[in-house]
């Protein structure tokens, strides 16, 4: 195994090359290197760097609950198209109730319900259960396969939306988890502000265009004889307290192809928008059929604005005009640009951790850094002298090929990586060891020095990996269960584990060939 083959020279030199080339910009001020070097640096974590910390839970309630009133009103809309008359219609539990008024089209109302309402599973059947009832009833409910579905669903489009929100906002490496079923961690190094950061990623923004009821009269608003496919809605634009408004949306946000800050007639602030086909084409036809009456642009149940219709929308654009400031309508196109959540998002916590605070933490982290170091420097070269030395070189080197392989993939440190960047430097020796006191005891049984080395690496060589193997395991697992810190460390682990027992290993290994070849010792200055 001593043998100084030109492949693990050319590797040694080039594990040492990268180690240094990927570790130097951090070490630099920036604008120093050329322009060919590699600039990446490392991510500081948010204890490092300091910044916010939001945790966030996903009401799912809400979304059973959306869910429910829209099946509802496709209920309400298929029987009305089918001229199928029901007494009563509403939401019990989880159930949707209705009573046909003709007993000979309850056969007729089922059909139609259980082809027409929900939507088709990818495993087979639809997301609903259409059930008949004595006294003319039917029930309509969701599957609970379909209702565990949109409810992981909602977790997992959420955190995609909060991705593209933070980086809209210019935030730098993000981290942002799940945790549990519901919950959602997010990270924010650098932004100082969680009030900001839970405005701009909190905010559900499901944009929506409803028709205005205009045969409503405030009377009957007071009265609460508002019909049932109506709603009354609370008003941001400046000209009244509420809209009466049509459930059933004209066009949805879902139907956006771009939004992004304009300004209007009379150069306001205003948001531009674009539609994709299908938007176009059902504006076009609404604005074709209500010429001269009143829509309204509703936002998170609230309208912004409520135009009147003057002429048929056909070109798939306009503008969103309202009481709007330059930052709120960049921030209201940047949430429409980048998705409404599918489900509202509740703050459970928020800290903040201050730059000072994070840059404690880094001075207290290369402190522990360099103090570990010394200290595993001074046990490794007083214990075997020569051979130490060799094992210090495969050290530095190893923390050179872990910075540097955090820098180039641009992993995020953290101050339980640096943890584990301590951690590995000890395992790193902890394998040095094992070949050493492997060497001492071959010299003991007789062995020449040079046949004690190599039986030292090679008869060594299966503990070294059998041990860190276990390591490397018990790092996946950290990194795929654990979230946060528990990642930091476990990623800065397995990096570590890795390089120390590649630098250990072939380095030390290549060293000490070349002092046999250079010197030609009979002896092991280790014994």
Do not use: C
Request: net charge neutral.
């Amino acid at each position: 195994m001593l043998a100084l083959s030109r492949w693990k020279i050319v590797l040694v030199l080039a594990s040492a090359l990268f180690g240094l080339i990927f570790t130097l910009p951090n070490l630099v001020p920036s604008g120093v290197l050329p322009s060919w070097a590699p600039h990446q640096r490392l991510n500081l974590g948010l204890d490092l760097q300091g910044g916010s910390f939001l945790l966030l839970e996903v009401d799912t309630a809400a979304l059973r609950r959306e869910r429910l009133t829209n099946l509802t009103e496709d209920v309400r809309t298929k029987l009305r198209a089918d001229q199928i008359e029901f007494t009563s219609l509403g939401v019990s539990g989880d159930t949707i109730d209705v009573r046909i008024s003709d007993p000979t089209k309850v056969s007729t109302a089922y059909k139609l319900l259980n082809d027409g309402v929900g939507e088709r599973l990818l495993t087979g059947g639809r997301d609903v259960t259409v059930q008949t009832t004595p006294d003319q009833h039917i029930h309509v409910s969701f599957v609970p396969q379909a209702a565990n579905a949109a409810a992981i669903d909602a977790v997992t489009r959420s955190i995609e939306i909060i991705r593209k929100r933070i980086d809209a906002l210019g935030t730098r490496e993000p981290v942002i988890t799940q945790q549990g079923a519901n919950r959602i961690v997010v990270e924010a190094p650098g932004e100082s502000d969680p009030e900001k950061l839970k405005a701009v990623i909190g905010k559900t923004a499901k944009l929506s265009f409803q028709m205005v009821d205009t045969d409503v009269s405030p009377e009957d608003i007071a009265a609460a004889r508002v019909p049932p496919d109506d709603e009354v809605l609370p008003s941001d634009d400046g000209f009244s307290p509420g809209y009466v408004v049509k459930k059933r949306s004209v066009v949805t946000g879902e139907m956006l192809t771009s939004a992004s800050a304009s300004r209007d007639e009379s150069n306001a602030p205003a948001v531009g928008f674009s539609f994709n086909a299908q938007g176009t084409q059902r504006f076009a036809q609404v604005t074709t059929q209500n010429i001269g009456k009143p829509f309204a642009i509703v936002l998170d149940k609230r309208v912004i604005s409520a135009p009147r219709i003057n002429s048929a929308i056909t070109g798939g654009s306009g503008i969103i005009t309202g009481r709007f400031t330059e930052e709120s309508a960049h921030d209201l196109a940047l949430l429409l640009k980048t998705g409404a959540l599918p489900a509202p998002l509740n703050p459970v916590q928020q800290n903040t951790v201050g730059a000072q605070l994070g840059a404690d933490a880094v001075k207290a982290g290369t402190t522990s850094i360099v103090v570990g170091a010394v200290l595993i420097f001074a046990f490794i070269i007083l214990s075997y002298g020569l051979f130490g030395v060799f094992a210090a070189v495969a050290l530095i080197v190893n923390g050179l090929m872990i910075v540097g392989a955090m820098s180039l993939t641009q992993a995020t440190l953290t101050l339980p990586g640096i943890a584990g960047l301590v951690l590995t430097l000890a395992v790193a020796v902890d394998a040095n060891v094992l070949i050493y006191e492997r060497m001492r005891d071959e010299v003991r049984a007789g062995r020449p020095a040079m046949s004690a080395a190599d039986a030292g690496f090679s008869r060594a060589l299966t503990t070294i990996i059998d041990a860190n193997v276990t390591t490397l395991v018990a790092a996946v697992i950290m990194f795929q269960f654990g979230s946060g810190p528990v990642k930091g460390f476990a990623l800065t682990l397995f990096i570590g584990v890795v390089t120390s027992v590649f630098t250990a290993v072939l380095i030390t290994q290549v060293l000490i060939g070349w002092w046999f070849r250079a010197f030609r010792s009979k002896t092991l200055p280790i014994v």
